[in-house]
């Protein structure tokens, strides 16, 4: 089995638990996307097995413990123990509102929104967290009131806080990037222990992020030292770069190819699954011949630290 780095095509993960029906097909079969109506898909985990090439089954676990900084970067691989830098969920709320609590900051952008959709994010100012944590308890039904209400629509990115507490409405599809969630029966709120609600009040503020303009059809929606998230969507396409960090490859619309050295020299890019570059790929170029749109996102470290 080559050991040689290639671009990875990964499987996604369905949270079996939330889908509308137990066995829904893969979002990422070919006319399977009408059964996608509810719940989590993780695009890019540790358990993320590759769909081709000479790792085909091996999760990126696995790869993590053979190919070390060549996959993650170095400042990720100097200890096989530690997690990917980044994880990409893909959420679906249908007709349900999804509640979620981080323990650490995450970005998410939201791909598509029915009119009148809006989400609940962070706690309003001036909150009474005693006074609310007696209130609410353990009732998901009366967390919003503490909350800050937005409308959304599609294209719009939310920077949420360490411990900030969101509540998806429903009618979204968000693509998640970031370290893993909790559900909100963890949230701080959740009782009225003073290390609980010392946590709440030390939430910080969620922020609309406006892409920033950096040439024809490129947008960066984020970046600080430990990430960087561009939307590329553009007619035609063709760029060839080296990648400096482990990099995900997010296909939202269209058709394309990435091509690089190794036992995988043309790796298809579309809708439903993500791609991921090891971070000692060397240079690779993306081509396509019409309409195409994904989210790039660079992991320069260990998400959190």
């Not at 959740?190 to 709440?200: D, K």
């Not at 970046?223 to 939307?231: C, Q, W």
């Not at 091509?259 to 396509?288: D, F, K, N």
């Amino acid at each position: 089995m080559s050991n040689e780095l290639y671009p990875l095509t990964l499987e996604p993960i369905i949270a079996d638990q939330f889908w509308g029906r137990p066995g829904s097909p893969s979002f990422a079969e070919e006319g399977g996307s009408a059964e996608f109506r509810q719940g989590t898909m993780w695009m890019a985990t540790v358990n993320s097995r590759v769909a081709a090439g000479p790792q085909a089954g091996r999760s990126l676990g696995q790869l993590k413990q053979l190919w070390g900084p060549d996959l993650v970067g170095s400042i990720a691989g100097g200890d096989p123990d530690h997690p990917l830098p980044v994880e990409l969920k893909l959420k679906r709320t249908g007709d349900m509102a999804l509640a979620v609590a981080l323990n650490e900051d995450s970005l998410w952008y939201l791909l598509a929104a029915e009119e009148n959709s809006s989400v609940n994010a962070g706690f309003q100012e001036g909150l009474d967290f005693l006074a609310a944590a007696a209130e609410a308890g353990g009732q998901p039904g009366l967390w919003s009131e503490y909350m800050t209400e937005y409308p959304v629509e599609a294209g719009q990115c939310l920077h949420l806080p360490r411990r900030a507490p969101l509540l998806l409405g429903a009618g979204l599809t968000v693509a998640q990037i970031g370290p893993p969630a909790r559900t909100l029966p963890n949230w701080p709120l959740a009782g009225t222990g003073r290390e609980a609600l010392g946590q709440a009040k030390e939430a910080g503020t969620p922020v609309w992020l406006e892409p920033k303009a950096l040439g024809p059809g490129q947008g960066e929606v984020f970046a600080d030292p430990r990430l960087t998230v561009r939307l590329i969507a553009v007619s035609h396409f063709g760029s060839a770069v080296s990648p400096e960090a482990a990099t995900f490859l997010w296909p939202l619309f269209g058709q394309g190819r990435l091509r690089a050295r190794g036992p995988a020299p043309a790796t298809r890019l579309a809708p439903g699954r993500a791609v991921m570059l090891p971070a000692g790929l060397g240079r690779y170029s993306i081509e396509s011949g019409g309409a195409v749109g994904f989210l790039m996102i660079e992991a320069r470290q260990l998400a959190g630290v």
